[in-house]
């Protein structure tokens, strides 16, 4: 299940990788919210055994894939696992194989991926995360960018995940309910979900032996060159389909970390305008290097 919204290019790329899996029996749903690029008539011409949901443009991510995942509960059996993925991923053959060989070995379990860059697989764009409650802080196993290596194999415990690559059990939507879509528009919900599965005694894994490729090339990583400016900042607190909304980052802290608000508030916006400081002076050490 995944929602999209125009980047047709990518969704085609994306349904290449798919006709090409070494098992057939998963269903594909897809929630278009208001594309204008083509996307529906793609869809409805070239691959019609996709279930296919409208959306009026105003879902956005979380709102999206809820509403795949109301259509999946809906004609699944107990026994049924649900998928959740990006359009900007592409898959091995034996993707989804893995995934399930994976899923009923570990019956109950949440399992991620490991996902690398489509242009350069040797370097990791995400895998998993683990929240220290403590110290209000979520600690990535693996930064954007960094190499893979002979220790990125088999399983790793963690307590959240993005939601690219997650293979859930249908019983965990049927007794935690959905994504936060009222609260959680577009970013956050993913880990919001995961962190209340764990709460609610699932185990959580990321799998670094089943892989996907992001689209997301290393070309999107943040670099020296991208310019940062005060407005720019300025909206990413404010805007409210933003990942550093305030709002958005009052109501996960309040969900999870009753008490402690402030200092998950604080520690976390110190983290966030301690990068953009970062990035700041790296922009301007880039501007000053190409006048010398």
């Known amino acids: 299940v995944f929602p999209v919204h125009n980047r047709l290019e990518d969704t085609q790329a994306f349904l290449d990788s798919l006709s090409g899996q070494t098992v057939s029996n998963f269903q594909l749903v897809i929630c278009d919210d208001g594309s204008t690029d083509g996307t529906a008539a793609y869809l409805k011409e070239n691959h019609p055994e996709v279930v296919v949901l ?91 960018g960094s190499k893979r290596t002979e220790a990125h194999v088999g399983l790793k415990e963690v307590t959240h995940l993005p939601g ?20 959680l528009p577009q970013y956050h919900a993913d880990t919001d979900l995961v962190l209340r599965a764990g709460e609610f005694g699932y185990k959580v894994y990321v799998d670094y032996d089943t892989e996907l490729m992001s689209i997301v090339n290393t070309n999107n990583m943040v670099l020296p060159e991208h310019e940062i400016t005060l407005r720019g ?60």
């Open 54 to 144: 409208e959306g009026d443009g105003n879902l956005w991510w979380t709102a999206g894939i809820n509403r795949c995942i109301r259509h999946v509960l809906r004609i699944c059996t107990p026994d049924d696992f649900i998928l959740t993925l990006n359009n900007d991923a592409i898959l091995p053959a034996n993707y989804i194989e893995k995934k399930l060989q994976r899923s009923l070995s570990l019956p109950g379990a949440i399992i991620g991926s490991l996902c690398t860059y489509s242009n350069d697989r040797s370097l990791i764009e995400t895998s998993g995360y683990r929240m220290d409650f403590k110290k209000c802080v979520s600690v990535q196993l693996d930064k954007p």
């Open 233 to 292: 900042v300025v909206s990413t607190f404010l805007g409210p389909y933003s990942i550093n909304n305030i709002a958005v980052r009052r109501h996960f802290a309040k969900k999870h970390f009753p008490g402690r608000e402030a200092r998950y508030l604080l520690t976390t916006y110190f983290k966030i305008i301690g990068g953009f400081l970062i990035r700041y002076l790296k922009y301007q050490r880039y501007r000053l290097g190409n006048r010398l």
């Open 164 to 183: 690219k690559g997650v293979m859930f059990p249908v019983k965990v939507f049927s007794e935690i309910g959905l994504y936060d879509e009222d609260h």
